[in-house]
């Protein structure tokens, strides 16, 4: 084989540099990706940002971007409604889930059990919008009409960021020298007071990474919550009240906005890039600790 | 040390209920997880089973999606993956050759490409498709096509495909590598005679995860490749995907449920197989690794 290929085995010293040549280009292409999506967001904003304070997308009177209202702060209530309430639900359950794994089941049910968790994050967000649309949606109804809801969002964006919040766990925990649960075990103590006492506080930086990780993840996401949510551009005062959230503005009108409605998504959808940049810095920083 | 002392104040006998308590949370949150991922199946296995045939896989959609099937729209996905996989492998895999056999780990450029990749990754689909609309559909005025979308979901494949290569090369032994300099081998006929052919489960493992992403996109593809259901005739024609057509049945289509059912049940079934051989490869390369060593 060898000799049959001589020519690739041993290429000339300059097919060499031009192979690294490629690479160089093709990372900074990759890197570039990201100034890139910046630039253009940035760039379709840019008309309204011009024209318009920045102050003014949280104290106009109301959103009717048509007529140059452009208030986003109902559906900021609404992101941040629906992503705390998943997040105050999906936070425990994560978490024990990734205790369950690594120190409750057998090692076969653990496994088991985390490869369920897997295949959960891999189900398409359009797949729990449309079983929350049929399902949920309509079991809220019969306790409280509409259904359509703040609730239903909060439940569909629970499920979807579990797997995130449990799976980073577990790996918080697997990264923990086993010393400290021998030494902890040598102490007498029970398996509850390893968890609580040793466990869980030198795995916290972990878990918190990952916890900021599916807030991020929360705050994007788009088609599911769109689907159960009911899309009415209002301050909830219950959890059975229809709200908006901003992911879902931008998908639903912007099909059909034009000119400065249209740079007002695309403000929308900076801010949003810019928040989620904001809360990986702060997971990255968190997780190098 | 301090945790472990107030720990063990904490974990006396006393306190055996705790431990029974917290042991019983743990076991209902598991139980509690795994029943609503069955019934979440079950509802759409029991609603989508009636309705799936061969027929349905292959006829045209009819009446927007009530009748007919979903052969139209299984070739807009296919085609809106090839080309997202075609832009996407080859800048991927170059990109994580480079990050892993050219530049050490810590260097600046190394850190800078890695780190920008990262926030790539937890950027929002809608913020993609908000940007592929900007830059592929109007700037380089590719309108609403299967082209545009393929393309948009390109970069958000990037992230996926970069990790895994890299995670995937930098596992391989270094005695491969000398070996291959000690043969007098080129280092690009290193990378591509010996690393990459060995690395090649953890390519297949990203490759796999990247098409599972690609099926699953909605939001990215809204306002870049479109709502259009007929037989796509070109790239650049508008071709709706799959998780686009169970959106529509079941959003803006009166009557759709039991098509859109059917579709989230192909959906699912693909994607869940795709995991499944995704995860098999990833332990078996993994467990490959350890007898090697």
């Known amino acids: 084989m060898i000799w049959s290929k001589r020519s690739i085995l041993f290429p000339s010293v300059s097919a060499d540099t031009r192979i690294l040549w490629l690479l160089r280009i093709a990372s900074g292409m990759a890197a570039g990706l990201v100034l890139l999506i910046l630039f253009f967001l940035f760039a379709e904003s840019l008309p309204l940002l011009w024209k318009v304070q920045t102050g003014r997308f949280i104290t106009d009177t109301s959103w009717h971007p048509v007529e140059g209202a452009y208030n986003l702060a109902p559906m900021l209530s609404g992101t941040l409604y629906a992503a705390g309430g998943a997040l105050f639900l999906a936070t425990p359950l994560g978490i024990a889930s990734a205790l369950f ?5 057998s090692p076969r049910l653990g496994g088991i059990y985390l490869r369920l968790v897997e295949l959960l994050a891999g189900i398409p967000s359009v797949v729990y919008g449309f079983w929350g649309l049929t399902t949920l949606v309509p079991l809220i109804n019969e306790l409280h009409p509409p259904g359509a809801s703040l609730l239903a969002g909060i439940l569909v964006l629970t499920l979807m960021i579990l797997p995130t919040i449990a799976l980073t766990a577990h790996a918080a925990l697997r990264a923990l020298p086993v010393e400290y649960l021998h030494s902890a075990a040598a102490l007498g103590m029970s398996r509850w007071g390893i968890i609580r006492g040793v466990v869980l506080p030198a795995a916290r930086m972990g878990i918190t990474a990952g916890i900021i990780l599916a807030a991020g993840r929360a705050i994007g996401e788009t088609m599911a919550v769109l689907m159960v949510t009911g899309n009415v551009v ?11 959230t901003l992911a879902a503005n931008i998908a639903l009108e912007m099909p059909y906005a034009l000119g400065d409605h249209r740079a007002a998504l695309f403000v929308t959808g900076l801010a949003l890039m810019l928040l989620v940049i904001a809360l990986w810095s702060a997971a990255a920083r968190i997780g190098r600790n | 040390m301090g945790n472990a002392e107030t720990a063990s104040a904490r974990g006396t006998p006393g306190n055996a209920w705790q431990d029974r308590l917290a042991e019983w949370s743990v076991y209902v949150v598991a139980l509690l997880i795994s ?3 069955l019934w979440m199946l079950s509802d759409l296995a029991l609603g989508g089973i009636e309705h799936l045939s061969w027929s349905f ?3 045209p959609p009819q009446n927007a999606g009530r009748g007919g099937g979903i052969g139209s729209i299984l070739v807009s996905t296919v085609l809106v993956l090839l080309i997202a996989l075609v832009v996407a492998l080859p800048l991927g895999w170059a990109a994580a050759v480079m990050l892993s056999e050219y530049v050490s780990s810590d260097s600046r450029f190394g850190h800078t490409v ?8 937890a950027v929002p689909s809608i913020v993609f498709g908000l940007f592929g609309n900007a830059f592929f559909s109007i700037y380089l005025g590719l309108g609403f096509s299967i082209l545009s979308g393929g393309l948009t979901l390109a970069c958000m494949l990037l992230p996926i495909l970069v990790s895994t290569a890299e995670a995937g090369l930098r596992a391989l032994p270094d005695t491969y590598r000398s070996s291959a300099m000690a043969l007098g081998m080129s280092r690009a006929a290193t990378v591509f005679h010996v690393l990459l052919p060995a690395a090649a ?9 990247g098409i599972g992403r690609v099926m699953a996109e909605t939001a990215a593809l809204l306002f870049t490749s479109g709502y259009v259901d007929r037989m796509p005739e070109s790239l650049l024609d508008s071709g709706r995907t799959l998780a686009m057509h169970i959106f529509d049945l079941s959003m803006n289509v009166p009557g759709g449920d039991a098509a859109a059912h059917a579709s989230a ?3 699912i079934v693909a994607l869940l197989l795709i995991n499944l051989l995704a995860m098999k490869l990833a332990t078996s390369w993994q467990r490959g690794k350890i007898a090697a060593e």
């Not at chain 1, 209002?234 to 908006?244: C, E, K, L, N």
């Not at chain 2, 890695?114 to 990754?121: D, E, F, G, I």
Request: glycine share 2%.
């Open chain 2, 201 to 209: 489960p953890a390519l297949i493992t990203g490759l796999l995860l």
């Open chain 2, 57 to 59: 896989l292959l006829d």
């Open chain 2, 35 to 37: 029943a609503v991922f």
């Open chain 2, 265 to 267: 049940l192909v959906l």
């Open chain 1, 101 to 105: 794994v690594a120190y409750y089941a």
């Open chain 1, 234 to 244: 209002q301050y909830a005062s219950t959890v059975y009240d229809p709200i908006r």
């Open chain 2, 114 to 121: 890695r780190h920008s990749l990262q926030v790539l990754a």
